[in-house]
């Protein structure tokens, strides 16, 4: 089974398939139509309490935070 499934994984990457490559996780130019829960860390190492309508899911705080 293991070798299997190493032997799919092998040829999903051969093939190209790097997940999405439609959509960029780290463009916060586009809203979402409802604002959801920041994905941002704090100074305090604790979830942001923001909520954001940023595609992105990071607040105007933690913008800088996607995708790092």
Do not use: R, W
Not at 25 to 37: A, F, G, H, K, M
Request: with cysteine.
């Amino acid at each position: 089974m293991k070798k299997l499934f190493f032997i799919l994984i092998i040829g999903l990457t051969s093939i190209g398939f790097s997940g999405c490559e439609k959509c960029d996780p780290c463009d916060c130019s586009t809203q979402l139509s409802t604002s959801v829960n920041c994905s941002g860390t704090t100074q305090a190492d604790s979830g942001c309490n923001n909520n954001t309508l940023n595609s992105c899911g990071y607040c105007y705080l933690h913008t800088e935070q996607c995708c790092n």
